[in-house]
């Protein structure tokens, strides 16, 4: 499947990518345009919009892309619940932060700093969210006082 977004990506834009390739579609193919274009391109090329305004698999409520997805998606691990509530302390301004998005912040914000392009932050980032999502594997396995 053709998966589509706004180009510059940054924190929703990146976990996204790395959600739906790891549990939705190992297939998956991502285009990035202007936000003025997603939603043609999107019928144009039969690709599913995702982080834009107004789209199923976008912000709502406190809930970001990567919540909308894991609801669309049925997918209810723990550990991915985990993750995203620390994508949506880190995208947006929820009422009660995960402590963990501040630092997930600073991240996607540096690799952005370093002027890759989306596909190489893509590359590079996924990592970071295979490594974040082992941690929170670990957590919700033995929970970790606080």
Known sequence: MKWITREK????RVACPWLIQKFV????EFIFVPANQVENKARELGATPFDIEGCELGHHGEDVSF???LKKFNL???ALTLLGEIVRAADSHPSNPHPAGEG???VAF????LGLSDREILEREFIVYDALFAECQRR???PVEK
């Open 76 to 78: 209810t691990n723990p």
């Open 25 to 28: 579609d190992s297939e998956a």
């Open 140 to 142: 919700v396995a033995t």
């Open 9 to 12: 990506v940054k924190v929703d």
């Open 67 to 69: 919540n909308s997805i």
């Open 104 to 106: 997930l912040r600073w």
């Open 110 to 113: 540096g690799f952005s700093a």
